[in-house]
């Protein structure tokens, strides 16, 4: 790292109240006296519908012990996150409850706070605020059509370290895990850090997951300390800048001898000033400093980032483009439900029903039409005939020459001749046909939810719970805009 990087922290009498430590505090639960409520496992069941793979929000892969965290109901109305660890990470009862009681006393408004637990028979559960907005991690990485603004991002910097500096405040200085994936955003789109990783995923302090970001003091020693926070931070302030996910191995090799513009995310052109941008590339190579104790503590992150700060007065949900309110999550409408369950049958009979709707907008009109046109409707009108009569290999052909012939764009051909692919087992031609759709359009529920299907076929389950998700988020706030109008 060059020795010229040296933080020029602005004096903390210029910031405004995104750093007003009272307001932050103002829900603060943190006392000796708090008793963390536990939950039956009969009321988790319930809410989770029996621990259903469908309301698996998040897990820890396959090396991991079953870890997992599900969205949950619970019967007073509140939607919860709802995590179930292994009973080989947490065999000692005790140990379990100590721990969790430890982290439900923190409570702020930069947290995805814990609300309880459950610790009967062999289960270990852990209840905690549901935030209905997604990942840092999903919007960052997965939303190329509608990447966050600077703004965002850099609120997000802010508010990642105040949750830090909080915690750390409060005798919580050790987070297990920081990454892109932790930082939540709730129903108003704020950015709250994820409780979970106050919590270490097993009585020995091991994590199992391989896409966390470890400083380089881990690998030495297999251990987190305070200052490795620190170091996971500046991984994402690079993710935010970049808008991809920075590996830890790499990070210092990635801003080594560069500028921010050379790191800079291309939209972000124009959203961070010579000065700002400089600055923000300054405060992740401290975070990144090989030696722990080089390394700025939380309330310096702090400090550094409020003046950086732009439309403070904007809402997030605004600047995220989302409505505000608690979107109910996942319910997977029929389409979704049957490419989840791979019935290709029941997605034929709900893409025949729907026609062309979606495509109402595109159609030219009559008069318009040119001799091509005519033509590439007649393949259109051949295939629709073929698709009908289940006639899949007929309707592909019809539906290629009627995409060839360029005459219009069409989002529905696409993704009917995305399930003549997988009817005809061809689920990589498949996949891009559902993805040619997503960029005609990209936040269409059905497209996502054909892309599921094929990656499922294809072996990629992961992604296509990933693709599942994305539908159901985008079709519950297109019909939670719908009931608004």
């Known amino acids: 790292m060059g020795a010229g990087f040296s933080l020029c922290f602005r004096p903390s009498n ?13 829900d603060d639960g943190g006392n000796a006296t708090y008793t963390l409520p536990e939950f039956s496992l009969r009321q988790l069941k319930a809410a989770t519908e029996g621990f259903l793979s469908e309301n698996i929000v998040s897990d820890n892969g396959e090396k991991a012990p079953k870890n997992v965290v599900y969205r949950g109901k619970l019967e007073d109305g509140r939607w919860v996150a709802v995590k179930r660890f292994d009973y080989s990470a947490w065999p000692d009862s005790r140990q379990f409850l100590e721990e969790a009681r430890a982290v439900g006393r923190l409570s702020n408004k930069r947290l995805a706070n814990l609300i309880g637990c459950c610790c009967e028979g062999n289960e270990r559960l852990l209840v905690a605020e549901f935030m209905p907005n997604q990942t840092l991690s999903n919007h960052l990485f997965h939303r190329e059509s509608h990447p966050m603004n600077g703004a965002m991002r850099l609120r997000v910097a802010l508010h990642l370290a105040q949750a830090l500096e909080y915690c750390s405040s409060k005798g919580r200085p050790l987070y297990h895990g920081l990454n892109a994936s932790r ?23 091991k994590s199992y997951s391989s896409n966390l970001a470890y400083p380089p003091e881990y690998t030495r020693t297999g251990r987190v300390m305070p200052e490795s926070l620190i170091y996971s931070f500046g991984t994402i302030l690079l993710d935010l800048l970049s808008g991809r996910h920075t590996p830890p191995s790499h990070a210092v090799d990635l801003i080594r001898d560069k500028n921010f513009l050379m790191l800079m995310e291309s939209c972000l052109e124009g959203h961070f000033s010579n000065d700002d941008g400089t600055e923000l590339l300054r405060l992740a190579s401290e975070c990144l400093q090989y030696e722990p104790c080089k390394r700025p503590n939380p309330m310096s992150l702090v400090n550094a980032l409020v003046p950086l700060q732009k439309e403070t007065e904007v809402p997030s949900y605004v600047l995220m483009d989302i409505l505000p309110g608690n979107v109910p999550p996942k319910q997977l409408s029929p389409l979704g439900e049957a490419c989840s369950r791979l019935d290709l049958t029941a997605i034929h009979e709900i893409l025949e029903m729907a026609g062309y709707k979606a495509d109402v907008e595109k159609e030219p009109s009559f008069d318009l039409w040119t001799e091509p046109m005519r033509e590439a409707l007649n393949y259109r009108k051949q295939g629709d005939a073929a698709f009908r009569a289940k006639d899949f290999q007929k309707a592909t052909s019809s539906y290629t020459q009627f995409i060839d012939s360029g005459s219009f764009e069409s989002r529905t051909m696409f993704v009917r001749r995305c399930l003549c692919y997988l009817m005809t087992d061809r689920a990589k031609e498949a996949l891009k046909d ?8 990209p936040v269409w529920p059905t497209a996502f939810y054909l892309q599921a299907a094929a990656l499922k076929i294809l072996g990629m389950d992961n992604d296509s719970q990933e693709m599942l998700k994305e539908g159901a988020v985008l079709e519950a706030i297109q019909n939670n805009r719908a009931e608004s109008v």
């Open 183 to 205: 930082v939540l955003f709730d129903q108003n789109g704020n950015p709250r850090l994820s409780c979970f990783g106050l919590m270490k995923n097993s009585k020995d302090g």
């Open 434 to 441: 559902s993805m040619n759709a997503l960029k005609l359009h």
């Open 14 to 26: 210029t910031i405004s109240n995104l750093n007003d430590s009272s307001e932050l505090d103002a």
